[in-house]
């Protein structure tokens, strides 16, 4: 029987990890290697710790409302996109209300997280640890792994040719905190991701010269939407999600139209390559006023200057920055346990590694989505500890081992395409795991016994909270919390008294006054038999990517 688990990492979803096996009667033990819980978010002015912590500017991407413990809403005063400080202080707001910290031991490593001889009958686990110099050695019924995505940096130098002739100063992305060492420097930052988008645009303020070099491309979206509200809350609904999955793509080409938008900028995702999104207020102002450039993918390196793919040459480079990612790693691991978490497409849903006779393993956060990862470690931990106790069942390991491997096969020879490095469709993915706890918010019975909140849960947005409606887990407080969610969302706004101003009724009227039939009939095509589905999902030429429906999208709360 699983009592004692043992949680590496007290970051995000270490926090999350930390109060689902409280709420499930065990008893956790956090091992942290720092001095603070919050993991990335912790800020630290320098990088000598080696640990990847925020750069001193980031402000969360996804709004207040759907980044939250589905139990713990943000206070209503914190503004809807935070820097690190409020973001910590929520973590912090979080950690003691449920009385965390005191299962957290600090400055600890985790050297070996190995099977004991008796694995196959206890599922036990021996973790040997280091505080200050010293090792300890303990038996765990189970291990949660919270180290996240973020622990080794990917710097694939060998993929770039002439780069060890390069006398400027090069970098990955982890080591970087402010700007203040770039000033007046010409700069090249490599990749346009998240990460990349935000450093460009820091760099533009200070440096002498920005370059941002892509290969791809990538379509940027702003944190708000054409009404001024979270982007978030307006996209991210299960009407859209339902919409995106039986639509024909044809129908639904937004990407397209964004895309001629970003042509201009150099944005323009590139022939064949992956759709891809990135949050970025700044970057097109930026690239208008001159100081960020878009560049192609780089070919070659002198000993000062960059060939770029497309013949170009920029001279006098100073620095380069490589916002290339990150490597999944679990050095506390032996082989083959070691390479088999790290490839998360072997993973069961994401969290559990196949091929264990005994369930007692769970990688909490290794996920990548188009919504809140924070949402979605929490969910994943909710799983995770109720199938530590038995009261979730998953497949035999056998039959997830031999599944694993026909997967990595199928991929390996072409016949199926390795979706590793895709977002994982929020809605669908949140949806999936908590069917498998019991928690999926039954939109029929709320349609039958709560109506006003059935309306909100299926055309409002899937904020953490619908999780916590039903089943094991609920929350008192999730009905009001759905409910209230705007009111928190405009609070940290008003901040001047404006006088009203008459205007006509909005989609969003129209919608509320015809909503109940609307999502009757919504429910209906919806809970039809799934021989008719699949007929449709047979005649599609395609599946649609849910934020290609913005249009569809009333511009009001």
């Given at each position: 029987m699983v009592k004692k688990v043992a949680v590496i990492g007290a970051g995000v979803s270490g926090l999350s990890s930390l109060k689902c096996c409280l709420d499930e009667d065990l008893e956790p033990t956090c091992f942290e290697r720092s001095n603070d819980f919050g993991g990335l978010w912790k800020f630290a002015e320098t990088s000598k710790d080696g640990m990847?912590?925020?750069?001193?500017?980031?402000?969360?991407?996804?709004?207040?409302?759907?980044?939250?413990?589905?139990?713990?809403?943000?206070?209503?005063?914190?503004?809807?996109?935070?820097d690190h400080k409020k973001f910590w202080e929520y973590l912090r707001e979080f950690a003691e209300h449920f009385d965390l910290l005191k299962y957290i031991r600090f400055k600890t490593t985790v050297c070996s997280v190995t099977k004991r001889p008796d694995f196959s009958e206890t599922g036990q686990w021996d973790v040997v640890t280091e505080t200050e110099g010293k090792q300890d050695r303990a038996v765990f019924d189970a291990v949660m792994v919270c180290t996240g995505k973020f622990l080794s940096p990917h710097l694939p130098l060998e993929s770039f040719p002439g780069i060890h002739k390069f006398k400027g100063q090069v970098l990955h992305s982890q080591e970087y905190r402010i700007p203040d060492a770039f000033q007046g420097k010409r700069t090249v930052v490599v990749g346009l991701g998240n990460t990349g988008g935000d450093i460009a645009v820091e760099l533009s303020r200070t440096a002498a010269q920005v370059f941002l070099s892509t290969r791809t491309g990538a379509l940027v979206l702003s944190r708000s939407s054409g009404g001024g509200y979270p982007l978030n809350m307006m996209t991210t609904r299960r009407w859209c999600n339902f919409i995106a999955q039986v639509l024909p793509s044809y129908?639904?080409?937004?990407?397209?139209?964004?895309?001629?938008?970003?042509?201009?900028?150099?944005?323009?995702?590139?022939?064949?390559?992956?759709?891809?999104?990135?949050?970025?207020d700044e970057l097109p102002t930026c690239i208008l006023c001159g100081k960020v450039t878009v560049k192609a993918g780089i070919k070659d390196f002198t000993e000062s200057?960059?060939?770029?793919?497309?013949?170009?040459?920029?001279?006098?480079?100073?620095?380069?920055?490589?916002?290339?990612?990150?490597?999944?790693?679990?050095?506390?691991?032996?082989?083959?346990?070691?390479?088999?978490?790290?490839?998360?497409?072997?993973?069961?849903?994401?969290?559990?590694?196949?091929?264990?006779?005994?369930?007692?393993?769970?990688?909490?956060?290794?996920?990548?989505?188009?919504?809140?990862?924070?949402?979605?470690?929490?969910?994943?931990?909710?799983?995770?500890?109720?199938?530590?106790?038995?009261?979730?069942?998953?497949?035999?390991?056998?039959?997830?081992?031999?599944e694993a491997t026909k997967k990595e096969q199928l991929i390996k020879r072409g016949v199926i395409k390795d979706s590793s490095q895709d977002k994982l469709n929020f809605i669908s993915y949140m949806d999936e795991i908590a069917q498998c706890i019991g928690s999926k918010p039954n939109i029929p019975l709320l349609l039958i016994k709560d109506p006003r909140l059935a309306w909100e849960v299926f055309f409002g947005p899937c904020s953490p909270y619908q999780y916590r409606l039903m089943g094991p887990g609920k929350w008192d407080g999730a009905r009001n919390a759905i409910l209230t969610q705007w009111d928190r969302t405009i609070k940290p706004m008003k901040?001047?008294?404006?006088?009203?101003?008459?205007?006509?009724?909005?989609?969003?009227?129209?919608?509320?006054?015809?909503?109940?039939?609307?999502?009757?009939?919504?429910?209906?095509?919806?809970?039809?038999?799934?021989?008719?589905?699949?007929?449709?999902?047979?005649?599609?030429?395609?599946?649609?990517?849910?934020n290609r429906i913005l249009w569809f999208i009333p511009q009001n709360p």
């Amino acid at each position: 029987m699983v009592k004692k688990v043992a949680v590496i990492g007290a970051g995000v979803s270490g926090l999350s990890s930390l109060k689902c096996c409280l709420d499930e009667d065990l008893e956790p033990t956090c091992f942290e290697r720092s001095n603070d819980f919050g993991g990335l978010w912790k800020f630290a002015e320098t990088s000598k710790d080696g640990m990847t912590r925020v750069y001193r500017s980031l402000v969360t991407n996804v709004c207040k409302e759907m980044s939250c413990y589905s139990d713990f809403p943000y206070q209503e005063d914190y503004p809807n996109f935070m820097d690190h400080k409020k973001f910590w202080e929520y973590l912090r707001e979080f950690a003691e209300h449920f009385d965390l910290l005191k299962y957290i031991r600090f400055k600890t490593t985790v050297c070996s997280v190995t099977k004991r001889p008796d694995f196959s009958e206890t599922g036990q686990w021996d973790v040997v640890t280091e505080t200050e110099g010293k090792q300890d050695r303990a038996v765990f019924d189970a291990v949660m792994v919270c180290t996240g995505k973020f622990l080794s940096p990917h710097l694939p130098l060998e993929s770039f040719p002439g780069i060890h002739k390069f006398k400027g100063q090069v970098l990955h992305s982890q080591e970087y905190r402010i700007p203040d060492a770039f000033q007046g420097k010409r700069t090249v930052v490599v990749g346009l991701g998240n990460t990349g988008g935000d450093i460009a645009v820091e760099l533009s303020r200070t440096a002498a010269q920005v370059f941002l070099s892509t290969r791809t491309g990538a379509l940027v979206l702003s944190r708000s939407s054409g009404g001024g509200y979270p982007l978030n809350m307006m996209t991210t609904r299960r009407w859209c999600n339902f919409i995106a999955q039986v639509l024909p793509s044809y129908f639904v080409n937004w990407d397209k139209k964004l895309q001629l938008n970003h042509e201009n900028y150099g944005l323009k995702i590139a022939k064949g390559q992956k759709l891809k999104f990135i949050v970025n207020d700044e970057l097109p102002t930026c690239i208008l006023c001159g100081k960020v450039t878009v560049k192609a993918g780089i070919k070659d390196f002198t000993e000062s200057s960059i060939i770029f793919e497309d013949g170009t040459i920029e001279a006098n480079i100073d620095v380069v920055i490589f916002a290339t990612g990150y490597e999944f790693s679990f050095p506390f691991f032996e082989e083959p346990l070691k390479s088999l978490c790290a490839k998360n497409i072997m993973l069961y849903k994401q969290v559990f590694p196949p091929g264990l006779e005994r369930t007692t393993l769970a990688i909490i956060g290794l996920i990548s989505f188009t919504g809140s990862i924070l949402a979605g470690t929490e969910l994943q931990a909710r799983w995770a500890t109720r199938v530590f106790k038995g009261l979730c069942n998953i497949p035999p390991p056998q039959k997830l081992m031999a599944e694993a491997t026909k997967k990595e096969q199928l991929i390996k020879r072409g016949v199926i395409k390795d979706s590793s490095q895709d977002k994982l469709n929020f809605i669908s993915y949140m949806d999936e795991i908590a069917q498998c706890i019991g928690s999926k918010p039954n939109i029929p019975l709320l349609l039958i016994k709560d109506p006003r909140l059935a309306w909100e849960v299926f055309f409002g947005p899937c904020s953490p909270y619908q999780y916590r409606l039903m089943g094991p887990g609920k929350w008192d407080g999730a009905r009001n919390a759905i409910l209230t969610q705007w009111d928190r969302t405009i609070k940290p706004m008003k901040t001047r008294i404006v006088p009203k101003s008459s205007e006509p009724a909005s989609l969003s009227h129209y919608l509320k006054v015809w909503g109940i039939p609307l999502l009757f009939s919504s429910l209906i095509l919806f809970y039809k038999s799934s021989l008719f589905l699949k007929l449709v999902q047979d005649k599609l030429q395609g599946r649609v990517f849910p934020n290609r429906i913005l249009w569809f999208i009333p511009q009001n709360p």
